[in-house]
């Protein structure tokens, strides 16, 4: 097997943290986002030597933090459930810049969120949508159009 | 554009400590046994010096002339992709450096990683990593030393491309007539070199 050339990981840092970090924000919120970041690419180094295919880093890269925010979106939901339950949640749930849309976009389908946010805090067409999350661009024009019903929803209750 | 896209254009926003999440980063990474190569640049008197450690040592030191993306990309296909800019791994060496340069350290106290090397170089350069402090011997000695006393030539070659220069001391090796030879980072740096040591042979 022709083996793929690699750039040295503390490229791949300094040319994309900031916006994985921006990404994952919005995602989740900015406290979470710290955690998700080092998540993210802890991973991906763990992954990094056995990758097979280096024309879309970013794009791999992406996909390993829309996992790991869809991992801090479901901790988030439990603890807000267990919350109702009766019992507190070990973190506060509302941070100071969150408010009622932010916590709306977390609480999201893992696709959709990932679709709204590049769509609308990336400002990216839906091509680049897909490129970004390994969908069709008919995909990305679906999820973030019901992405948007669902805020819309959440935000007008 | 809708009030609702309006703000979903504005996220949270709270700039993030970079450098503390880059430190947390690399820790957790050397934790997990992920950080195979560390790197950091730091000053000295021959210019800025990168060092690059290995978990099994001081794998190489690159003069300022080679241009740092060739050597990280060099070492990420050699040894492996996982680089990473670590200055707390390469502190020790960096100290040892130091100490060196102002004249207070004869010898290195670090572990060598030779995978870099291969074969006869590898023969020579170990040879040449026991020449001591102050002392010059020749290109065809080193040969010698490596087991082919005629393949001088070659022994040039591998001094040339010494992965580790300083510490593994290819500036003590010069022509058998007495000429310096030449030098992975320039005449010029083996000079300053020799003349640390006392050992510049006069101008002739």
Not at chain 2, 93 to 102: I, M, N, P
Request: glycine share 6%; proline share 8%; with cysteine.
């Amino acid at each position: 097997m022709p083996r793929v050339r690699l750039p040295p990981f503390q490229t791949l840092i300094d040319a994309h943290a900031a916006e994985l970090h921006r990404f994952l924000a919005a995602s989740v919120g900015p406290t979470e986002a710290d955690d998700c970041l080092q998540e993210t690419f802890i991973s991906a180094l763990r992954a990094y030597p056995r990758l097979r295919d280096s024309s879309n880093l970013r794009a791999w890269l992406y996909t390993i933090a829309q996992r790991k925010a869809t991992d801090a979106a479901r901790r988030w939901k439990r603890q807000r459930a267990d919350g109702l339950d009766g019992v507190d949640p070990p973190v506060a749930a509302h941070e100071p810049a969150d408010d009622a849309i932010w916590l709306a976009v977390r609480a999201l389908p893992p696709k959709q969120r990932a679709a709204v946010v590049h769509r609308f805090v990336f400002d990216l067409a839906y091509r680049e949508i897909g490129e970004r999350m390994a969908i069709t661009e008919e995909a990305a024009r679906q999820n973030v159009s019901a992405g948007l019903r669902r805020l819309r929803l959440a935000v007008d209750r | 554009m809708n009030d609702l896209e309006r703000r979903l254009a504005s996220p949270p926003a709270r700039t993030p400590h970079f450098e503390d999440l880059a430190a947390g980063l690399r820790r957790r990474a050397e934790r997990a046994g992920l950080l195979d190569v560390a790197y950091a640049t730091a000053d000295s008197p021959l210019g800025p010096l990168t060092v690059l450690v290995t978990p099994a040592g001081l794998v190489r030191i690159r003069y300022p002339d080679e241009p740092l993306e060739a050597t990280l990309q060099d070492a990420a296909d050699r040894i492996s992709p996982r680089v990473l800019e670590a200055p707390e791994r390469t502190d020790e060496v960096r100290r040892e450096l130091d100490e060196y340069f102002e004249g207070r350290r004869r010898s290195f106290d670090l572990p060598l990683d030779w995978r870099l090397v291969r074969g006869f170089a590898g023969d020579v350069l170990r040879a040449t990593a026991r020449v001591p402090f102050g002392v010059v011997t020749t290109y065809r000695a080193m040969a010698e030393a490596a087991g082919s006393p005629r393949a001088y030539r070659a022994a040039g070659n591998a001094l040339g491309s010494n992965p580790i220069p300083i510490v593994v001391p290819c500036h003590r090796v010069l022509h058998t007539g007495g000429g310096l030879g030449g030098y992975t980072g320039g005449v010029a740096r083996k000079e300053y070199l020799l003349e640390l040591e006392g050992s510049l042979p006069p101008r002739g």
